[in-house]
Nanobody, 117 residues
Framework: QVQLVESGGGLVQPGGSLRLSCAAS??????????MGWYRQAPEKSGDLVAT???????NYADSVKGRFTIARDNAKNTVYLQMNRLKPEDTAVYYC?????????WGQGTQVTVSS
């Protein structure tokens, strides 16, 4: 059973930066076989894809975050990161980490990101 723990959320002013981390436990060396992603859900809105990174390193971003956010993975640490720069109020949401492996999806508990002055 894979467990995901997100961290790094918080309150930041518009234009600021945050780095989210998602650490996977219970996966061992299989982590490098996972496709990973970050998703977010704002209040009263449906969930949206933010960024994904495949086991082969292919990266995809939502248009709304291109040029501002960067996803990266460290297979040695079983961790995926989301560097968020030039944050906007519309980035406010709960951010979730997801693992996809074969036919399984695992989700973290989410971390709140609030962008406000």
């Amino acid at each position: 059973q894979v467990q995901l723990v997100e961290s790094g959320g918080g309150l930041v002013q518009p234009g600021g930066s945050l780095r989210l981390s998602c650490a996977a436990s219970g996966s061992g060396s299989i982590f490098r076989m996972y496709d990973m992603g970050w998703y977010r859900q704002a209040p009263e809105k449906s969930g949206d894809l933010v960024a994904t990174i495949t086991r082969g390193g292919r990266i995809n971003y939502a248009d709304s975050v291109k040029g501002r956010f960067t996803i990266a993975r460290d297979n040695a640490k079983n961790t995926v990161y989301l560097q968020m720069n030039r944050l906007k109020p519309e980035d406010t949401a709960v951010y979730y980490c997801k693992v996809h492996y074969l036919v399984w999806d695992y989700w973290g508990q989410g971390t709140q990101v609030t962008v406000s002055s």
